[in-house]
C-alpha cells in the first residue's frame, strides 16, 4: 500500500483515522511471525504496529529496517498497512531507510529528538504518515505547534515505553480526552499500552481511535480470537 515518494497515500490516512485494533508484533512468536500477524489479518486487522527500540530512547532493542521489510509484502497484499513506532533517538536519521523499506506510518517521539517539525517534514517527503508519540510524564501541548500544520496522528503512551504487558496507566484516559479535543478534526489519536479486553472501551470513549495491543492479542495461544474479542469490547466491528 505505500506510496513512495509524494506524501502519504490516502488509503493509509483513511485507515489511521478509522476506529482500529492495531496489534503490535513485539509480542508475536518470532518463529511464526508470517503465520501469526496473517491470522490477526484474517481476523480483521488492518494495522500492524511494529515497535522499533534501540536500547538507548529505551532500554530493549528489537528490531529496524529489516522487520519492516519483512513484512512489507504480506502486509500490503492483504490491504493493510505498516504502523512503526520508532522508539529511538535522533529518530530523523532513520526515517528514510524505514520508509524504503515499506512503512505506511511512521511514529516518532517528542522525547526523542530536538528537532520534531523537522522529523515529522522528513516522514511526510519519504511518502509515508507521520505520527507524534508523548510519553506520560509528557504534556499534550508539545504536540501544539505541528498540530495543524504536520501531524497525521498523535500517539499517547499508556505505559512507559519499552516493555510489554504493563499495567494500564488510569490518568492515560483524562490525557486521551485532552489531546483528542486539542487536536485538528483529520489527526488520528492512538493509545500505546495496557491496552486489553477490559480497557479498550473505555480508551474509545476518551477518543482513541486506533488501540495498540500486544500481548494481550500475540501473548495468547490463539491470537486471531483475542483480537477479535478486543475488538467487540472496544465496539470496534
Not at 509484502?73 to 531507510?97: F, K, S
Amino acid at each position: 500500500m505505500a506510496e513512495h515518494p509524494g506524501g502519504p497515500a490516502d488509503a493509509t490516512l483513511r485507515l489511521l483515522r478509522e476506529p482500529r485494533i492495531a496489534p503490535s508484533i513485539l509480542s508475536a512468536d518470532f518463529t511464526r511471525l508470517g503465520e501469526q500477524v496473517g491470522e490477526v489479518i484474517a481476523a480483521g486487522a488492518r494495522v500492524i504496529h511494529v515497535d522499533v527500540m534501540d536500547g538507548r530512547f529505551v532500554a530493549p532493542i528489537t528490531f529496524g529496517a529489516l522487520m519492516v521489510e519483512a513484512l512489507a509484502d504480506q502486509v500490503h497484499a492483504a490491504g493493510a498497512i505498516l504502523d512503526v513506532h520508532l522508539m529511538i533517538e535522533r529518530p530523523e536519521r532513520y526515517v528514510a531507510d524505514v520508509a524504503r523499506a515499506g512503512a505506511d506510518s511512521i511514529t516518532v517521539h517528542v522525547e526523542a529528538t530536538p528537532h520534531l517539525h523537522y522529523a515529522l517534514q522528513a516522514i511526510r517527503e519519504s511518502g509515508c504518515s507521520a505520527g507524534a508519540a508523548i510519553c506520560p510524564a509528557t504534556p499534550t501541548s508539545s504536540l501544539d505547534e505541528v498540530a495543524h500544520e504536520l501531524l497525521d496522528l498523535a500517539l499517547c503512551m499508556s505505559v512507559n515505553p519499552g516493555w510489554g504487558g504493563q499495567e494500564f496507566i488510569p490518568w492515560s484516559l483524562q490525557k486521551l480526552a485532552r489531546l483528542r479535543s486539542g487536536l485538528p478534526d483529520h489527526v488520528a489519536v492512538e493509545v500505546d499500552g495496557g491496552v486489553h479486553e477490559a480497557t479498550a472501551r473505555s480508551c474509545v470513549e476518551a477518543g482513541a481511535n486506533l488501540l495498540v495491543t500486544g500481548s494481550a492479542v500475540f501473548g495468547t495461544p490463539d491470537p486471531a480470537a483475542a483480537y477479535a474479542a478486543i475488538a467487540a469490547a472496544a465496539g470496534i466491528g
